[in-house]
């Protein structure tokens, strides 16, 4: 459920409240009972629950060789490419 941005035309309050995308917009301040219109927003972030994503996740055999066979990755870059070594 997103957050929506809401300002009181009144008091020029600015306030958030977390609904359902389904449910109406507000129509007066929960504060001082005004009319408030909703704001766009920037867009929400993305949240990632759990561990997420590490370089250090995938791309490693064992022994932490890369995919490539080497310690560190032939072309310098942080995460592996999966290619043969090159002739660095």
């Given at each position: 459920?997103?957050?929506?941005?809401?300002?009181?035309?009144?008091?020029?309050?600015?306030?958030?409240?977390?609904?359902?995308?389904?449910?109406?917009?507000?129509?007066?301040?929960?504060?001082?009972?005004?009319?408030?219109?909703?704001?766009?927003?920037?867009?929400?972030?993305?949240?990632?629950?759990?561990?997420?994503?590490?370089?250090?996740?995938?791309?490693?055999?064992?022994?932490?060789?890369?995919?490539?066979?080497?310690?560190?990755?032939?072309?310098?870059?942080?995460?592996?490419?999966?290619?043969p070594p090159c002739?660095?």
């Open positions: 459920m997103p957050t929506y941005e809401y300002l009181c035309e009144a008091s020029g309050r600015r306030f958030e409240k977390f609904q359902s995308m389904s449910e109406e917009p507000l129509k007066e301040c929960p504060d001082c009972g005004g009319p408030v219109r909703r704001l766009i927003g920037a867009g929400g972030a993305v949240i990632i629950k759990g561990s997420g994503f590490h370089a250090t996740d995938y791309g490693r055999g064992p022994g932490g060789a890369t995919r490539c066979g080497r310690a560190q990755t032939c072309c310098g870059r942080s995460v592996p490419c999966g290619q002739d660095k």
